[in-house]
T-cell receptor, first 113, second 114 residues
Framework: GAGVSQTPSNKVTEKGKYVELRCDPI?????LYWYRQSLGQGPEFLIY????????DSGLPNDRFFAVRPEGSVSTLKIQRTERGDSAVYLC???????????FGPGTRLLVL | AQKVTQAQTEISVVEKEDVTLDCVYE???????LFWYKQPPSGELVFLIR??????QNEISGRYSWNFQKSTSSFNFTITASQVVDSAVYFC???????????FGKGITLSVRP
């Protein structure tokens, strides 16, 4: 079956702009996760959803970052007033239930100029 | 707090050599899950294995094997008879029974030369 998909695959924006990154989880997976990976580092947790609600958003770096999952499937990560330090690969993962194996999408590479 | 340490940063071997990737973890939870993921040059993280804290049995899958030792808080990964296609960054990760977020190590870059 289809894996996790993420769009766009690449996004270039200017400092101060707003961006939205989309994640489509594996069908039937109830849990969805967002991570951020900087060059040469391991992925770092941002937020995860169980169904429609954010179960843990402790990894969001500041209030410029926000994520939603209104119908319990697709999720959107929103970044306001982007800064150059936001440049990274944003990874989405999903699992059938929480605490089960997470399967990752290909990521969105964000570059803030 | 939980932590994963991958002390090796880069390893280079010649094809057909065996190679072991080390992983040491820290957690206060008694229920936890350990993972290895592979990230090839294409960038997508590929799941390799999941182990829970109550199952210390070693596992073998083809050329891959994993050694889980609670006494040393280690979960090492061995590739036997390495191949060029094994070249990738390998991440060890941990999640606990208390929460679902993965904590990753910094990764080990493995290069297998023909």
């Amino acid at each position: 079956g289809a894996g996790v998909s993420q769009t766009p695959s690449n996004k270039v924006t200017e400092k101060g702009k707003y961006v939205e990154l989309r994640c489509d989880p594996i069908s039937g997976h109830t849990a969805l996760y967002w991570y951020r990976q900087s060059l040469g580092q391991g992925p770092e947790f941002l937020i995860y959803f169980q169904g429609t609600g954010a179960a843990d958003d402790s990894g969001l770096p500041n209030d410029r970052f926000f994520a939603v999952r209104p119908e319990g499937s697709v999720s959107t990560l929103k970044i306001q007033r982007t800064e150059r330090g936001d440049s990274a690969v944003y990874l989405c993962a999903s699992s059938f239930r929480v605490r089960e194996t997470q399967y990752f999408g290909p990521g969105t590479r964000l570059l803030v100029l | 707090a939980q932590k994963v340490t991958q002390a090796q940063t880069e390893i280079s071997v010649v094809e057909k050599e065996d190679v072991t990737l080390d992983c040491v973890y820290e957690t206060r939870d008694t229920t936890y899950y350990l993972f290895w993921y592979k990230q090839p040059p294409s960038g997508e993280l590929v799941f390799l294995i999941r182990r829970n804290s109550f199952d210390e049995q070693n596992e073998i899958s083809g050329r891959y094997s994993w050694n889980f030792q609670k006494s040393t808080s280690s979960f090492n990964f061995t590739i036997t008879a390495s191949q060029v296609v094994d070249s990738a960054v390998y991440f060890c990760a941990l999640t606990t029974g208390a929460n679902s977020k993965l904590t990753f190590g910094k990764g080990i870059t493995l290069s297998v030369r023909p």
